[in-house]
Nanobody
Framework: QVQLVESGGGLVQPGGSLRLSCAAS????????MYWYRQVPGKQRELVAT???????DYADSVKGRFTISRDNAKNTLYLQMNSLKPEDTAVYYC??????WGQGTQVTVSS
């Protein structure tokens, strides 16, 4: 079974940047749409960004212009570059594959 492993979360000050990575263990990565979600305790998981197999991105209004989703199909890896971070971006971030598998999540905390 193909698994997703996220990395890159952490603590950052408001206005700072982080890059999340999501590595897939299988070779089917390149043909599927991929997603980044985030979740705050007590709230529903929110779709942050989507990228098609050929690299076309889409973003939630709350992150448009600050976050960039990308993928490297040769490395079976999905990325989320997060710039100009705000305290309200604090959440656990999850990647999700088009075939339904979720990553384990990585915590992002934006605080001074």
């Amino acid at each position: 079974q193909v698994q997703l492993v996220e990395s890159g979360g952490g603590l950052v000050q408001p206005g700072g940047s982080l890059r999340l990575s999501c590595a897939a263990s299988g070779s089917i990565f390149s043909i599927y749409v991929m997603y980044w979600y985030r979740q705050v305790p007590g709230k529903q998981r929110e779709l942050v960004a989507t990228i098609t197999s050929d690299g076309s991105p889409d973003y939630a209004d709350s992150v448009k212009g600050r976050f960039t989703i990308s993928r490297d199909n040769a490395k079976n890896t999905l990325y989320l570059q997060m710039n100009s971070l705000k305290p309200e971006d604090t959440a656990v971030y999850y990647c999700k594959a088009g075939w339904g598998t979720w990553g384990q999540g990585t915590q992002v905390t934006v605080s001074s």
